[in-house]
């Protein structure tokens, strides 16, 4: 909490420092959520300073860590942190990827209506920044690795 007080006032190398502390490090056996809430931090204030691929991959794990101890906001945080990493990198499609899949978990979850709630407005403001065009062409690239990928998976049946 003390890391996340710091980030917010702009302290960030005192933020970093507060997470790197070995009492703090991620062990083998750290809960699944607090782990997430501490990856989502490290991506954060990677994402405050620019280094969009260490957030992307911390966003990443946080997410996952998210998803195993069933934690929804978590989740969804991560997912947005990890959309953001993306966004910055300019690889749009993957932002939206990381929007949809979140979109879809977080209705089995807590129902479509509830995931939608919390993923649309994300979405709507992507579309806003990067244009109709820009992003029906992440869409429709999104789409496409999808409905290649189901075709993968049925072939390798």
Request: charged letters at 25%.
């Given at each position: 909490e003390h890391a996340n007080r710091a980030r917010e006032a702009g302290a960030l190398e005192h933020a970093r420092e507060l997470?790197?502390?070995p009492g703090l490090l991620l062990l083998a056996g750290?809960?699944?959520h607090l782990a997430s809430e501490r990856l989502l931090l490290i991506a954060r204030l990677?994402?405050?300073n620019g280094r969009f691929a260490e957030a992307a991959e911390c966003a990443r794990l946080a997410r996952a860590r998210a998803l195993?101890?069933?934690?929804p906001?978590?989740?969804y945080a991560a997912a947005v942190a990890l959309a953001e990493a993306f966004e910055g990198m300019g690889r749009h499609t993957n932002a939206y990827?990381?929007?949809a899949t979140?979109?879809?978990t977080l209705g089995d979850v807590l129902g479509r209506d509830v995931a939608e709630s919390w993923v649309a407005p994300i979405l709507e403001a992507y579309r806003m920044k990067w244009g109709g065009e820009g992003f029906a062409?992440?869409?429709a690239q999104h789409d496409a690795r999808r409905k290649a990928a189901i075709r993968s998976a049925r072939g390798a049946r």
């Amino acid at each position: 909490e003390h890391a996340n007080r710091a980030r917010e006032a702009g302290a960030l190398e005192h933020a970093r420092e507060l997470v790197g502390r070995p009492g703090l490090l991620l062990l083998a056996g750290e809960e699944p959520h607090l782990a997430s809430e501490r990856l989502l931090l490290i991506a954060r204030l990677a994402l405050d300073n620019g280094r969009f691929a260490e957030a992307a991959e911390c966003a990443r794990l946080a997410r996952a860590r998210a998803l195993e101890a069933v934690a929804p906001l978590s989740y969804y945080a991560a997912a947005v942190a990890l959309a953001e990493a993306f966004e910055g990198m300019g690889r749009h499609t993957n932002a939206y990827a990381a929007l949809a899949t979140a979109w879809a978990t977080l209705g089995d979850v807590l129902g479509r209506d509830v995931a939608e709630s919390w993923v649309a407005p994300i979405l709507e403001a992507y579309r806003m920044k990067w244009g109709g065009e820009g992003f029906a062409t992440a869409k429709a690239q999104h789409d496409a690795r999808r409905k290649a990928a189901i075709r993968s998976a049925r072939g390798a049946r």
